[in-house]
């Protein structure tokens, strides 16, 4: 809960600053990522232990609902009881799209979808003040 505190209060001092804040940029590759959270995602998705540490719970998220409205989109918080592991995806699947957008060196988006299947999701990691990167919100999405 404080890092959820925490991140609300860093983008209302980035929205009020009078320097420009850093917009959500698109990560090109993994390597346009932060050195540290690539480090952070491969053991995330490599020990169970590890993610379960690394998730704010209880997780806020979203489930269903389609990708480009919110009228069907249903807030939940998941909690370590009904969480299901997650593994790295095979990339090498033609059919999956998958971006990151950053902001500055604390925040990552992560979105993820299998058009042919029609389902995503999306991912919120956040740097907090000793370094730890978390996984502060998952939204699940059905595509139209």
Not at 25 to 35: F, H, I, V
Not at 102 to 127: A, I
Request: glycine share 6%.
């Amino acid at each position: 809960m404080r890092t959820f505190f925490l991140f609300l209060s860093l983008v209302f001092l980035l929205s009020n600053c009078k320097n420009k804040p850093q917009a959500l940029q698109q990560a090109k590759a993994e390597g346009d990522l932060p050195k540290d959270f690539l480090e952070f995602y491969q053991k995330f998705h490599a020990d169970s232990a590890y993610q379960m540490a690394h998730i704010e719970w209880p997780l806020k998220g979203e489930k269903g609902g389609a990708q480009d409205t919110t009228a069907k989109r249903q807030l939940t918080e998941w909690m370590p009881e009904n969480w299901h592991l997650m593994y790295l995806p095979d990339t090498t699947v033609s059919t999956l799209k998958r971006s990151f957008e950053t902001v500055g060196e604390v925040l990552v988006v992560e979105r993820m979808s299998y058009p042919m299947v029609g389902v995503g999701y999306e991912r919120q990691f956040y740097k907090e003040e000793d370094g730890q990167w978390r996984l502060i919100f998952y939204g699940e999405t059905m595509m139209q």
